[in-house]
């Protein structure tokens, strides 16, 4: 993360994105940034909610709050000059390992022996029954690593293919022009694809924490 006068900028390339936000207000007619933003808001919120029941409907601000917030900073990041903090595994763990511990403690305390009952499939053979329980201890223990890894890879990889072609381009510029212009046509592709990426692991995210939270509701 870059520093100003040896302060992390992490805080304000978290923060800042909010401000872009219009503040909600209590008059008939908004405008269309407004109307635009409830409209978002209410299809994310739906999309989430709808696998859970009554219960889980208690986590719907959240899970949208968090779907808005990488949505937002996933975005911005491709502007040029900018820095994506969800490029960093360390941000991504922070987001993943909490929530995905709730979602855990919620079904632990809620309905233990269910949630204990998905350790062991029903119809297990006496002997598979250690080695299954290990295995399924490991796949749900891994699950929040899984969740930061994830995001991290798709839109590190992303931001380098981006780099390493507009590299291209700008050398090959001078030397060979229609090389250069086929790499920026490339780049173009590319970018729109990243676009797409940004918002579909931002969504990806959120909707595997509600699919946690089903499970143990």
């Known amino acids: ?82 820095f994506t903090p969800t490029t960093q595994l360390s941000m991504n763990l922070a987001l993943a390992f909490p929530l995905w511990l709730a979602t855990l403690l919620t079904g632990l305390r809620n309905q233990p022996s269910i ?33 930061g890894v994830r995001l991290t890879a798709n839109l590190t990889a992303g931001h380098l293919l981006i780099q390493l072609i507009s590299t291209a381009t700008t050398t090959l510029m001078s030397t060979m022009p229609v090389v250069s212009l086929l790499t920026l046509l490339v780049l173009f592709l590319l970018t729109i694809l990243e676009v797409a990426v940004a918002m579909i692991q931002a969504y990806v995210f959120v909707l595997l924490l509600s699919l946690y939270l089903q499970e143990n509701i």
């Open 1 to 82: 993360s870059p520093s100003l006068m040896g302060i992390p900028l992490i805080l304000i390339a978290t923060t800042f994105p909010a401000l872009l936000l219009p503040s909600p207000n209590n008059r008939w007619v908004t405008d269309r940034l407004s109307t635009l933003q409830l409209w978002i808001i209410n299809l994310i919120t739906k999309q989430l909610m709808t696998p859970l029941n009554k219960k889980g409907h208690k986590w719907a601000l959240i899970l949208t709050s968090l779907m808005v917030f990488l949505l937002l900073i996933n975005l911005l990041g491709l502007l040029p000059y900018t």
């Open 115 to 147: 949630s204990l009952g998905h350790l062991l499939p029903e119809g297990t053979p006496t002997l598979l029954i250690p080695a299954l329980i290990l295995i399924e201890t490991t796949s749900l223990l891994i699950r929040p690593l899984a969740l």
